[in-house]
C-alpha cells in the first residue's frame, strides 16, 4: 500500500520535526533562523490545537509528547493493516 508507506514516512518527519522544536526550545535560537521558521510553522497547526487542550502541567508544554505518541499508535497501526 503505497499510501500507507507514505503516510508512515510522513509522521516520521513530523516526529523528526517536533523533536528538532523540542531542542530548539532548550537552546532558545534567533527566531529569524529560517530553520527555526520552518520548524515552527510546519508543527505549530499540529501542536496548537493540543496545547489548547491539554491542561497546564507545572508549565510544561506537553503537546509535543502528546502528539509524538500519537503518531507512534498511528505508525502502528498502519504498519498493522498493510502487514509490513
Known sequence: MLIASLLIYALYALIILI???V???WTNPYPNNSVYRFVFRATEP???PVRR???PMSGMDLSPLVVTL???FVIAAL???TGA
Do not use: E, G
Request: net charge positive; aromatic share 12%.
Open 19 to 21: 523533536l528538532v522544536r
Open 23 to 25: 531542542v530548539f526550545s
Open 46 to 48: 499540529i501542536l496548537a
Open 53 to 55: 487542550r491539554l491542561p
Open 70 to 72: 500519537v503518531a507512534y
Open 79 to 81: 504498519r498493522n493493516l
